[in-house]
């Protein structure tokens, strides 16, 4: 699974976004992801993809952002 299909189910699941409106330029607070959900969301990267987060990441403000992140993360982890 790819990091944007894991950010497109995950808000699809918790908070009913439809996966066409989950696209790079979107703000993730425009789509409903507050910080509470935020960590919800690298919570469950973590649990899938085996990676432990460091503290003080920089949030991310968009999904694109937030797919860079995740996809930094785990060619570290490789």
């Given at each position: 699974m790819d990091s944007l299909t894991l950010i497109r189910e995950f808000l699809e699941n918790r908070l009913g976004v439809?996966?066409?409106?989950?696209?790079?330029e979107a703000p993730l607070n425009d789509l409903g992801i507050d910080s509470l959900m935020m960590l919800e969301l690298?919570?469950?990267?973590?649990?899938?993809?085996?990676?432990?987060?460091?503290?003080g990441?920089?949030?991310?403000k968009t999904v694109g952002e937030m797919?860079?992140?995740?996809?930094?993360?785990?060619?570290?982890?490789?």
């Open positions: 439809s996966p066409e409106l989950v696209v790079a690298m919570f469950e990267f973590e649990d899938r993809f085996g990676i432990t987060l460091a503290k990441l920089k949030s991310p797919v860079a992140l995740m996809d930094r993360l785990r060619s570290e982890q490789s």
